[in-house]
Nanobody, 122 residues
Framework: EVQLVESGGGSVQTGGSLRLSCAAS????????IGWFRQAPGKERERVSC????????YYANSVKGRFTISSDNPKNTAYLQMNSLEPEDTAVYYC???????????????WGQGTQVTVSS
């Protein structure tokens, strides 16, 4: 059974940092790319970043480029999202998901974590 478990969310002030983790089980990390998505209240789910853990290819949404960094630790089957210079607009529930390759748009494959709340106050 494929499982994805996020952790690391919390509340920070503008300019602060958080690191989210996504622990995967039930599949070999290299079989899928791993993506981070977020959903703010009243808004649609938004693609944030994804990584092909086999070759390191990454994707970032324009809104987070230069502030967020995605990485993976393949032996640990864990992906990370380092978020720096956080802004109130980054407030959302963050989800990790198994996705297709970043070169093809990080399309979700139907496996999602439960989400972790990130709140940035001004």
């Amino acid at each position: 059974e494929v499982q994805l478990v996020e952790s690391g969310g919390g509340s920070v002030q503008t300019g602060g940092s958080l690191r989210l983790s996504c622990a995967a089980s039930g599949f070999t990390f290299g079989d899928y790319s791993i993506g981070w998505f977020r959903q703010a209240p009243g808004k649609e789910r938004e693609r944030v970043s994804c990584i092909n853990s086999s070759d390191g290819t990454t994707y970032y949404a324009n809104s987070v480029k230069g502030r967020f960094t995605i990485s993976s630790d393949n032996p640990k089957n864990t992906a990370y999202l380092q978020m720096n210079s956080l802004e109130p607009e980054d407030t959302a529930v963050y989800y990790c998901a198994a996705t297709g390759d970043p070169l093809y748009g990080c399309l979700p494959l139907g496996y999602w974590g439960q989400g972790t709340q990130v709140t940035v106050s001004s």
